[in-house]
């Protein structure tokens, strides 16, 4: 399959001057290279500094990296920026970006225009998109009596206005209530479904996971990880927690996995046993070697990692 | 906006009237020939380039601090079409400003005859807004560069100072009057005056208005690309300051 964004060998780094004198010098992007295959929603992953936005802003043609290529749709963003622009469409702040004295029809059909559509054209297909949004009711509006809500779906509207191949979007939940933010992440599934390519960038680990088909996770300006949500959490070698309330003596007992001792809830010993493996396979295996040393296993729990364990422990120890 | 600078420049026509009946011995107070009126009939001129060098540095500001710059540049279409755009809008403005406070003053100073002067005014007007346009348009990229609105102020503040608009380039140094002349703000001063006084194009005045024109054209097209590069490279469209 053909990749919609290619990235290869990105470098980005930040001159901060005062006058003529360097002040600072802050690498953005260090060698990043992906792929992104059409038609998947792929989320972009890291901690604040880790290079999601630069990398997005270049995607957008918005800024010029130092070293390395990136194409979107086969055009080059340095060299056939106009030609990335007619096939891309970005959103960088959700509540940015909007004319606010304008009403949400004529915000559409104005960037309508700007992306070559006429006017009529433009105006029907704001028209539908602010219908299908949920937004026709305020289309006759100025914006600046939107909710935020209401501006991070009109945002995706003006991203969708010229039909785009490929959308980029740079955190576009942030900011909502949890309500506002469900109702984007619906649409985003929707885009999803029609088949188009989407790269989000977002701090939510659970929102990359419930969307994104593929996660790209940055830190410090380097991928670190790259994959399916399952992958990127064996890549960062998470451990599933096997929980077990026992009785009997404990002491001196050695397995030959990870394990630490607690108090449960109800006041009982608690061993915790990490595994890297399977836990189907493992906890069998656990219980009739605990039952071999003559202790008892009251209950068993086994908690799955969740992504957010998985980049804590990533980002934390990198 | 609009009525304080009509106000504006009602008054220096109110003060040039005033002060030509008094022509000499002004001459003799200053210590220089020009007449005031003559002077003033300039002021439309460097008021409308402050308008513009105002108006079109706080539209890309205004537009970097929404989100909206950036946006636009994420789009199809070329910077320079949305600023040829915002250009028309504001020269088509000014000029019927400058028509509509200008009348009455005129009008009562030299009749009908001299209304019909205005014609030939509005010509060179309209021709030297243009690099008055280009003017202020790089002042509002380099605005984005040095990200301080302060810069607009002291450009407007030079301009104000320096262009022998609102007084005589001769009582500057000789070379602040040399770094005058490759402002088009005193040629189209110029033309202006003598259109508005003689009713004429005189192509003494109006070749180095044109030419200064076609100069700007030239160096704002060059000079907007190496801008444009540098705003790209070090990601300053999103304007985040105060």
Known sequence: ?318 | MAVLLAFFQGLFFLIGTLVRREQELFARISGYNDSVLYQMAGVPVLLLSLVMVSAVGEYVIELGRRGALEHIQTLPVDMKLVMGAHATTIVSVSLLYYFAVTVPFVYLRGGPGAVAHLLPAMLVLALGLLPLFLFAALVALLTLLVRTEAFLELVSASVYTFTGIAYPLTVFPQFVALVAQLLPHPHVAESVRLAVFYGVLEPARLVPMLAVLAGYAVFSTAIYSRIERVLRRGGRYEVVTE
């Open chain 1, 1 to 318: 399959m053909v990749a919609a964004i290619e990235v290869e060998g990105l470098r980005k780094t930040y001159v901060e001057r005062r006058l003529w004198r360097v002040k600072r010098v802050v690498t953005a992007l260090d060698s990043v290279t992906f792929a992104i295959e059409r038609g998947t929603m792929v989320a972009l992953l890291g901690p604040n500094g880790a290079g999601k936005s630069t990398t997005v802003r270049i995607l957008s043609t918005l800024l010029l990296p130092d070293g390395g290529t990136a194409r979107v749709m086969g055009h080059d963003v340095v060299k056939e920026a106009s030609s990335v622009r007619r096939v891309i469409g970005v959103m960088l702040d959700p509540e940015k970006g909007h004319f606010g004295r304008l009403t949400g029809l004529e915000n559409l059909v104005f960037y309508g225009v700007l992306h070559g559509l006429t006017r009529s054209d433009a105006r029907s297909r704001a028209v539908e998109l602010l219908e299908q949004f949920g937004l026709g009711d305020a289309r006759d509006r100025p914006v600046e009596g939107y909710s935020k809500g209401m501006k991070a779906r009109l945002a995706i509207c003006r991203v969708l206005i010229h039909d785009p191949e490929v959308l980029i979007l740079d955190e576009p939940t942030a900011g909502l209530d949890p309500i506002s933010a469900r109702e984007v992440r619906e649409r985003l599934k929707g885009l999803k479904r029609e088949g188009r390519t989407v790269l989000v960038t977002t701090h939510n680990l659970w929102e990359a996971e419930e969307l994104s088909d593929r996660l790209i996770v940055l830190n410090r300006g380097r991928v670190i990880a790259e994959g399916t949500p399952e992958e990127v959490k064996r890549a960062f070698g998470l451990m599933w927690n096997v929980e077990l309330e026992v009785s009997g003596n404990l002491e001196g007992l050695k397995l030959g996995w990870e394990t630490e001792l607690g108090i449960s809830e109800r006041g009982r010993p608690l061993l915790k046993v990490m595994i890297r493996e399977d836990p189907s396979e493992l906890v069998p295996l656990i219980l009739s070697e605990l039952r071999s040393r003559g202790v008892q296993v009251l209950s068993v729990s086994v908690r799955e990692p969740t992504l957010e364990e998985a980049f804590v422990r990533a980002v934390g120890g990198a």
